[in-house]
């Protein structure tokens, strides 16, 4: 049975669609919160998401990303706004599809079908906890432990460590990680690396000199090995 993540603050909405899904054999989860959403995708495994952008907590392209920090599972966006900015910023964000309030039950039940097909099955990539001998990143709830107390982590120490856990056992090249951390203006400061990932094995390998977990490629780039 397909599972779906439901994500909006109006109980219409949640209603209508729950529903519509349930009565067609879809099991539904229901989060009306993006802090409840992240939880519920990490916990509850739905196999789509379908969210809508105006929540209470937070934006719901900050949902997305949340997301996309650790699962391509699908995202279709159902929200009221039109405007063509927040249409590109959700699927920059990460979304798969975008639907605008109101929306015809038929065409976003077409829509789902089509996006369950296209993803493939969950493999070890769609994990949020990536565990070493050392430490634990938890990818949906953005957060470290090391010796069962989570380490202070600063967003760009997070993002950077992050984009390695997501490639946990692959080279990640130099301008890669300066472009998804720090953006493309920035590709060439590779100093950046070097103090940031001094930080990092600081706080998080055992013997910083000798790093187990945080490798560097010379020339290249990193590895994470868990």
Request: glycine share 8%; aromatic share 6%; charged share 30%.
């Amino acid at each position: 049975m397909t599972k779906v993540l439901v994500v909006d603050d109006e109980p219409q909405i949640v209603r209508a669609l729950r529903i519509n899904l349930s009565a067609r054999g879809y099991e539904v989860l229901t989060a009306p919160d993006g802090a409840t959403a992240l939880r519920l995708a990490a916990d509850g495994k739905p196999d789509v998401v379908v969210l809508d952008l105006g929540l209470p907590d937070m934006d719901g392209t900050d949902v997305i990303a949340g997301l996309r920090g650790w699962t391509s599972l699908p995202i279709i966006v159902l929200s009221a706004r039109t405007d063509s900015t927040d249409k590109v910023d959700a699927l920059d964000a990460g979304a798969d599809d975008y639907v605008t309030k109101p929306f015809g039950m038929d065409e976003l039940l077409a829509r789902l079908r089509a996006a369950v097909r296209r993803s493939a099955a969950p493999g070890p990539e769609d994990e949020p906890i990536v565990k070493t001998a050392s430490f634990t990143v938890d990818l949906a709830a953005k957060r470290v432990l090391k010796d069962g107390t989570e380490v202070h982590l600063t967003p760009t120490e997070w993002g950077l460590l992050e984009v390695l856990a997501r490639n946990a056992g692959k080279l990640v090249a130099q301008k890669q990680l300066l472009r998804d951390v720090w953006g493309p203006a920035y590709e060439k400061e590779t100093h950046y690396l070097r103090v940031y990932l001094a930080q990092l094995r600081r706080k998080l390998e055992p013997e910083p000199a000798r790093p187990r977990h945080l490798l560097t490629e010379p020339g290249m780039g990193y590895r994470f090995e868990p």
